[in-house]
């Protein structure tokens, strides 16, 4: 692949290239209708509908807005604007010309966008309807498997499938195994036999095999959509006349070597291969009632902050990938912090307060879920409180002053962190625990009596002592220590240090997407970078060629 | 690596090179002294107390043989027998100069040997202590782990550690994220922070930490090795008077085109890529209790076909890595296998019974979790029953005739399967349940259906229907059926069906076991093939070469 232009993230609809946004009352339309001539890099067309990053960047747009734009929207159909075909899936020739770290940070993307489409079906009385009027293959599929309802069109060619492995010699990759098994609960046999068969599976057998949720004829396909539609909004409690709130363009300056937002900075250190991420607290009170707060739209703070760390994260991951370690900073008060939780839980059934909950939820998980090293610096003027205090339960390590800096401020207050409601149940991670859980995971009392002091501001050693931080340093070993912490990161191998995360970071049970992220990922990464795949004579180069992929046949 | 001799799995106590076996009535001490020129391949010496494929056949041998031949026996302890090592883990030059399947396969199996000291412990009244009197590091550390209590030596200098990632690039291959934190509960900030030392922790941090149980000083260590081999061996319910059963060597013979046992024959065909094996039923009535099995030793039908089908599945999956396809068939009564199945479950109590049906369920979890695709085929005079129907539904398709071969004996008996109580509890899987549960898993009514018709002996329409086999072609198409789908399984990428089979294979729950499998395998298999650890500059290249190995710093 040529020179990667920097891939920016903001987008919105009157931009979009790929797709068309229609709501009508309770039901939105998502028609998926790909300019060939779009794609985000140069060297490939995006024919039969097929996507790349730059597609889907504007698919998660779409999500969002969905869910804080449109609060009237409780069903939302998703269909394709062209003939005889869904979707193709992702570009095979883009894919094929891809360096291995784009694909995987690719698929990482559109996974998380398929699990908030999930999300919102979950959380925000929001159900995806799959309206799949042609083929849909591969990942066109998996898009399809995302939404709650499938409908195939019966027509006697459109056909679900995923021919990932007998074409490309890969896997599916945004997590079709896994919904296939494990959401949809198609037994394993049929599962292997469906995922061998390029052609895929069509009509009633596929209603059968509950790959799909009804084969609707031509006929009755437009009319079945809207009962669908229909009977899936009315089982949402969304309310019906209710203001949405703007998404409006984040703001945002960026250079070599910064990244700033009105709440978080970002300053990139090349030579060490680290970023500093400075993230502001509220700078004042929160608004008196959520209607007050949606009233400030997208500057209500905890939206806005989210927002542009959201921003922060895929901008790091795509476009920064030789910065390997994180460093999470906050600043500000923590009891305005803990104030504004306080204002967004105790009105979680508002529908306003709920999406801004579950999106800092999402966002965490995309963190958790980033091959970065994270690291948090805990010092006096800081506001590791509640929600905030989630990045610093998200970092691998975390330093926290023992003390004040005896020379800068001796007067300063200590720096504290501050466990909040936040913190013990609504921002679960991908696991279904909370960060909380998960670092107590089998250990009921350090987590009781962590939990316990709820509302006090800790010091260091308080903290360290609970086991809320890694290590409490004073000013003295201060600066050497978080040094060390940072230089050692960058002389490891990056690699390593991506499977070490990938696997500490997830204590305890598993659910489908923590499968999705952890296994699937694992091994199509594998895959993806075997000669069998990704070599000059593997599947994925062979595609189209004409010529069949010469295998390693060994066994691993 | 130069040409790999042929491995052979099945050894003896008194061919052992690196471990000693010892028993004092209830207490065994497997004690590991490698012997440095004993590699199994050349070209590498064995310091330190370090490993390879050899050495662990030899524990496996022993903890195999502790169960069967020492009833008596309570509480393993293992030890080394070198000053101030412990184990140093896999040895880091086989590893370096092994080609990636050879790595993978040889962690595959130490990681089954661990899971097995893990399935004494739980299962089988024999709990495994580790004493470790001196450093243990990497898969040193790992093999202590899988004991149920870590008793390190308080010395000034033994310590635990995990040193992959600081020293060589990779992952601890054998389990040790997942024990480190879903077994023993280290805090994944420390878990993190003890991962990136390589010279690891000792004393009393590392028992603060949960890395092991206890840190005891010399005056007191082999008072308290007595003490806590007493204690664990006061838990079991072993029986202090049984006999043991010799497990005498299993008969084989091999060529280049097939491997003959007993009861079980492999045909390796190297055309078309596949093996095809075949499982006879017993012979005979069943003893007429477990008294008399037992005293039939190793012959015991149950005992000697499990034992013939592992060393099957050892030797194929290590020496046979390009033949990626294998068709099991049985033969014989399957009123026979029920009568065997029935004399082992209703005598679950004993000992021996007990050892039996455990020593199944693992060797049906080593195919589980095997890289070749399975495919059962059932045909007329085949015993698909109770235990045996296992491998057909541990298979990733089953075909069943329907009718008979009109040509060949049209008044054949038709094929059919019958499910037994071996089906519905004991030979669970890795994630935990049953085949049939993971069959089923998420369609309740289709398990209650099948369950239901426990003993009758369905033909191929009816578990078609049940969904208890995938396709039941009759006899015109039975040869071309089966052709097809061998054929055009070896001509996909054997990558892809690795980590297909790999997610279809586990539908469900994850366990600890389907981690290690499934997750952090995966990942480990990911990094063993990146050019920053396999590379000629990668760490694990230059480990002890005094050069710093060079990685590409993209994250990935």
New interface residues.
């Given amino acids: 692949m040529p020179d990667q232009p920097r891939v920016e993230f903001r987008t919105a609809p009157e931009r979009y290239r790929h797709w068309r946004l229609a709501t009508e009352g309770p039901v939105a339309t998502l028609t998926m209708d790909v300019d060939e001539q779009g794609g985000i890099v140069s060297g490939y067309e995006l024919k039969l509908n097929s996507y790349d990053l730059g597609v889907d960047i504007e698919l998660y747009d779409a999500v969002q807005r969905l869910r804080f734009e449109h609060p009237e929207v409780r069903t939302v159909v998703i269909t394709s604007g062209k003939p005889k075909i869904f979707c193709a899936g992702a570009n095979i020739r883009m894919l094929a010309a891809s360096p ?2 784009w694909k ?2 690719f698929c990482k993307f559109t996974n998380e966008t398929r699990n908030g489409i999930e999300d919102a079906t979950a959380h925000s009385g929001q159900t995806y309807l799959a309206a799949v009027n042609g083929t849909a293959s591969g990942g066109g599929y998996e898009l399809a498997l995302a939404c709650e309802h499938i409908m195939l069109i019966d027509d006697r060619s459109s056909a679900v499938s995923l021919p ?3 074409l ?4 599916p990759g945004t997590g079709g ?2 919904r ?3 959401k949809r ?1 198609v ?7 469906f ?2 068969r390029a052609e895929g599976v069509s009509g009633k057998k596929a209603v059968q095999w509950r790959l799909v949720d009804e084969a609707v004829p031509r006929p009755r396909w437009d009319e079945t959509i809207a009962e669908r539609a229909a009977e899936l909004a009315a089982r949402s409690s969304r309310p019906q006349d209710a203001e949405g709130v703007a998404l409006t363009e984040v703001r945002k300056t960026r250079d070599d070597g910064a990244i700033t937002y009105d709440h978080v900075e970002a300053r990139l250190d090349r030579d060490t ?1 680290k970023v500093d991420i400075s993230v502001k607290g509220p700078q004042n009170d929160p608004p008196a009632s959520i209607a007050e707060a949606a009233a400030r739209s997208a500057d209500f703070w905890p939206l806005a902050v989210t927002r542009e760390l959201d921003d922060l994260i895929l901008d790091l991951r795509t476009n920064e ?4 370690t994180w460093v999470f900073r906050t600043q500000g008060d923590p009891a305005q912090v803990l104030a504004y939780d306080n204002l967004l839980l105790t009105s979680r059934e508002d529908w306003f307060a709920n999406e801004v909950l579950h999106y800092l939820k999402r966002t965490l998980r995309r963190l958790d879920v980033t ?2 090293s994270l690291i948090a610096v805990i010092e006096p003027g800081s506001c590791f409180a509640g929600s905030l205090l989630e990045l610093a339960l998200a ?4 330093f926290q002053l023992a003390g004040v800096f005896e020379d800068q401020d001796p007067d300063a207050e200590p720096a504290t962190v501050t466990l909040g409601e936040a913190n013990l149940g609504p921002l679960t991670m991908s696991n279904g625990l909370t960060r909380l859980q ?6 009921e009392a350090g987590y009781e009596a962590a939990a316990k002091r709820k509302k006090d501001a800790l010091e260091a050693e308080d903290a360290a002592d609970l ?1 809320l ?2 290590f409490a340093p004073d000013d003295i070993d201060w600066d050497e220590e978080i040094r060390i912490a940072t230089e ?3 002389s ?14 997830f ?4 659910t489908m997407e923590t ?1 999705i992220f ?3 990922s ?6 993806f ?2 000669p ?2 990704a070599g000059p004579d ?2 994925l180069r062979r595609f189209g060629t004409g010529q069949r ?1 010469v ?6």
């Fill in positions: 291995h770290g995987v940070n990932e492995l007998p490309l010699g890969v896997l195994l896994t296939v098994s494990d609960h037994r394993r046999d049929l599962a292997d036999y995922s061998t291969g990938t030789e910065l390997g091959s970065r970092a691998d390590r975390s998960t670092r107590f995971w089998g250990d086991g931080i890694t050692e990161r960058a490891f191998s990056p690699d390593a240090l991506t499977g070490l995360e990938a696997n500490y970071r204590a305890g049970p598993e499968k952890g296994r699937l694992a091994w199509q990464n594998w895959i970078n075997r069998n795949a593997g599947a992929a295998f390693d046949r060994k066994r691993v």
